[in-house]
DNA sequence: TAGATTGTTAATCGATTAACAATC
DNA sequence: TAGATTGTTAATCGATTAACAATC
């Protein structure tokens, strides 16, 4: 089978959030018609996506919510466990260790790293906070998954060489500086806050300029 | 001219950033071929998208570092001033207020608004915290471009209903919930931390999957 | 000038949507 | 059973890439 599409994988959290929701409210079936007109989506589209993984029978009947959303879950891994550190626990790093639990199931955060010396020592939300020096070592010698990179643009690339070359195997990145791995196998997720604003600015300007 | 597809407007910010950290290095031309090595993109794609944008006279020399910098800037429109409030100033909401200058200019944030009675009438960072009560009042009351919203996923419809009726025209969404604004011409622009750590936790599962 | 590089058009590729036989 | 709904194939649509004349 072809690779599957990074849009496909994109769009399986919205569904799973969608049928959790569904679930939540006590549903119990729904179609592709339904959860698409809430999605806002053409059912086509969701049929499509779900078609990439594994060999359903073929169905005729309406999805059963509980069982779909086990489903989706499992593709995206959601039972699995994964440790993390956190690189710069500055206002946005703390807040994410403390909502971490909220955001996805099954990751353990290990410690965060800061050059601060009147954080080094102290914890956040349980979360031990050590010195940025001891980062690269502390990566080889614990199983780390992710680091999620919370840091001033300033030091980002150089934090991230530490971590690449400390054998890290993904990279979560806040710092709204596009990171270069090399060739290193490491994935890089990003969240851009500055482009998503500058995205939403592009059409509020849009507007603007209409109505003048 | 046809309507500029949303993928060109997504790609301007990443243009943007990187321009701006060669002008800061004082670097002065770049060719599309440099330019796209260091973003590993197709050159094609970085000319086929700024032809989107105005009658370039045809130049057939590397760019203006500091001309095209500006000229995405102008497209985007980072010379315009915009109001914002904050919907739910908990750690993340608060991380953003004091984090807002860092991440794009011209913002001003009118005020944060909030349930719990202890912060109310507090500030953060200069920006006055009301009661959450008042929120559609002064909505309807004050020029207001954009609300942050940062809440729990509970009450977040609600507020964004909220919101749209008071007649706002955009909402920066953190709260991981999928908000329906109905018919109302209400842009809607997504943070999702959640999705977008499933997204990177698929690729992890997968990693995992293949040594297993 | 000659080589390099642009803007733009055409070709390719992939993603979305429509259609429909299978079947609950 | 008949109507509804699926999974899947084919058609459409749009986005990316390649090619190239214009020209710095």
New interface residues.
Partial sequence: MKRIPDDV??R???Y???LDGLYAKGEKRVSSGELCR??RMEPSQLRRDLAWFGDFPQQAFAYDIDGLRREIGK????H?E?SAILVGP???G???I??FS???DG?EVLGAFDVSPERIGTEIAGVPVYDIAGLGDFVREHKV??AILTV?RGPAQKLADVLVESGI??I?NFT???L?VGAADV?V?N??????????????????GETD
């Fill in positions: 994988i994109r399986l959290p919205l799973l959030r969608k809430q999605l593709i995206l891994g959601t699995e994964f500055g206002k946005i703390s807040a994410l403390e909502h909220f955001i996805v990751y998954d992710i001033p195997r993904a979560w709204n500086e596009e270069d994935l997720e969240v851009h806050f500055s482009d998503s604003l500058l995205h939403l600015n592009y059409y509020l300007a849009q507007r603007n």
